[in-house]
């Protein structure tokens, strides 16, 4: 049992403090830097961040996931979006360092309880836990999406980022629902809305 969890708890302590790794170049890497002013940087930078507590979140509810899947096809879908949120990690590490921002002080909080949130809900049944994953990306796409048309309009760097980003959340979206994510009720949708307003909140700033 010890054993078994050595390796997860190798993967938060990486997710959360280490750097990430990637195989896909970050996206608008070859572009040149934008003249923004310092208030647009800063802007930027905290947008980045917000994305960043995203894709620790994304680590952690992956993780959970799989630990308590009960289907081999469906742990394997989660542990490749969890790759791919691995490489989002980077590139929103890279361009908060480019910007000359912080990644936020509350990325362990935020691990943990989303670790805990994905573990409960891959107990919930593969059907539901797909489900749960279904809605994060629906609702991770529509926040990527704003983040997109707040950005400076010169900054295409963090455009693109963000953009395949958002192109591959709904990947993720659609694997899901084709494994069979069943749809989660109402309130459980305005829960997970209201939670990441919440972390959206405090992470641009904290």
């Known amino acids: 049992m010890i054993n078994s969890l050595i390796p997860e ?23 040149p830097e934008a003249e923004m002013s310092e208030e647009e940087r800063r802007h930027v930078a905290a947008l980045m961040r917000v994305n960043h507590c995203g894709e ?16 081999p096809a469906v742990r394997r879908e989660l542990e490749q979006a969890a ?9 929103t590490e890279r361009r908060i360092a480019e910007l000359g921002g912080r ?6 909080l935020w691990y943990a309880g989303s670790l805990a949130i994905g573990v409960f809900a891959g107990k919930c049944g593969d059907a539901w836990s797909l489900g749960f994953l279904a809605e994060t990306e629906r609702q991770v796409e529509g926040h990527l999406e704003s983040h997109k048309s707040s950005l400076p309009a010169q900054d295409r760097k963090s455009w693109e980022v963000l953009e395949q980003m958002k192109t591959d959340e709904m990947r ?10 069943r749809e989660l009720p ?17 992470s641009y700033v904290v």
């Open 9 to 31: 708890f190798d993967k938060a302590l990486r997710a959360v403090f280490a750097a990430a790794p990637t195989r896909r170049p970050m996206p608008g890497a070859d572009l």
């Open 103 to 108: 990644k936020s002080l509350l990325n362990p």
């Open 186 to 202: 109402a309130p459980v949708k305005l829960t997970m809305k209201l939670s990441s307003k919440l972390m959206t909140r405090l």
């Open 172 to 181: 993720h979206a659609e694997t899901a629902r084709y494994h069979g994510a």
């Open 56 to 71: 620790i979140c994304a680590q952690a509810l992956y993780q959970g996931q799989a630990l308590s899947s009960r289907d």
């Open 83 to 91: 790759w791919e949120e691995t490489e989002h990690l980077n590139w």
